[in-house]
């Protein structure tokens, strides 16, 4: 598959990187851009990879296909610098970008930051090329640069950076099993109480908290103009399949974001750009099928939207999780027409 690289998003990547990439330019004119980053963390699944690499590359050529600046950045590009970089740029009216939207599809990291005088505050990010990692403070910092954030859509398929973990603005937090620490074994779904799904950190003087929050300044529920889709918790991964019952057709979750956005950009219904809850009824009938009674499957009722216990034996996280894809702000909203 060829894919075509417009010169707003091309005069990026030369800015980006040092080395020049050979790319095709379509359109001198931009005013909408999609971009996919991701990363996965050392050791790591080869068909996984392949998965997350093809995916992002169908994701860009969609976006090439509806007339979109695009750029596919997954693996070697993802890195904090060149994202904060795209980020200032874009939101500087001077990149003449009107709309911009993010898939993120890889591995997530947490951390602990250290004020000297004020305690810690635990700080979320994505896997980056070479470790230089991305955190949600610089996000944010890069976000709130020039104006109100352009990026109305943000599609993230990693672990944890999609879920509400706070009690209130400052960051309060309750303890949840099953959510914020693992469970020693699997019963009916938890209840997520928490009301935040991001905070600015004031009193430890370490900036903004929670990726949803970093990518659109709003907490705790955004502006009618934006919509972030995550996962609170764990994320599948894209090579797995759904468990018996969840699925007719088998198909791994990876055709998921990839029927999203050929909905979402009007690729498989004659130019139409469908709502994201529309996409995402659509992703959920073309990926999951029907139920056992041959009824189909919808966001509403499919395994994303209802979640799933996951267990897993990494060093510090030994438990089940119950993972469940959560979906803020408006989702009738739409990718605009080019």
């Avoid at 995916?55 to 509806?66: G, H, K, L, P, Q």
């Avoid at 509403?300 to 119950?322: P, R």
Wanted: aromatic share 24%.
């Amino acid at each position: 598959m060829e894919r075509k690289i417009t010169l707003v998003l091309s005069i990026l990547i030369f800015a980006l990187i040092a080395n020049p990439l050979l790319m095709e330019i379509q359109s001198a004119k931009a005013s909408y851009a999609g971009v996919g980053w991701g990363h996965l963390s050392s050791p790591y699944s080869p068909d996984e990879y392949v998965w997350e690499y093809t995916v992002t590359d169908y994701i860009c050529y969609d976006f090439n296909y509806a007339s979109w600046d695009n750029l596919d950045a997954y693996w070697n590009l993802t890195t904090q610098s060149n994202v904060v970089d795209s980020l200032y740029w874009m939101q500087n009216d001077s990149s003449s970008i009107d709309w911009a939207t993010t898939w993120w599809v890889g591995d997530y990291l947490s951390d602990t930051f250290y004020s000297p005088g004020y305690g810690t505050t635990r700080h979320y990010g994505f896997n980056g090329y070479g470790g230089d990692n991305i955190w949600d403070f610089r996000v944010w910092s890069a976000i709130n640069s020039y104006s109100d954030s352009k990026q109305y859509f943000n599609f993230i398929w990693t672990c944890v950076n999609g879920g509400k973990y706070w009690d209130n603005q400052y960051g309060d937090h309750t303890w949840i099993e099953g959510i914020d620490y693992p469970d020693d074994f699997p019963g009916a779904p938890p209840e997520n109480t928490h009301t935040y799904y991001g905070y600015y950190d004031s009193e430890n003087i370490t900036g903004a908290v929670g990726m949803p929050y970093a990518f659109t300044d709003y907490t705790p529920t955004m502006d009618n103009d934006y919509c972030y889709v995550g996962f609170e918790t764990t994320s599948p991964f894209l090579e797995n399949i759904p468990p018996a019952g969840w699925t007719s057709t088998n198909y791994e979750y990876g055709y998921f974001p990839y029927y999203f956005y050929a909905f979402a950009l009007g690729i498989d219904f004659y130019g139409y750009h469908g709502t994201i809850m529309d996409s995402l009824d659509y992703a959920a009938y073309a990926t999951f099928g029907h139920d056992q009674y041959n009824n189909p499957y919808y966001f509403a009722n499919s395994i994303l939207n209802h979640g799933y216990w996951f267990y897993t034996d990494l060093e510090g996280m030994e438990g089940w999780w119950y993972w469940k894809m959560q979906v803020f702000g408006n989702s009738d909203i739409y990718l605009p027409y080019a």
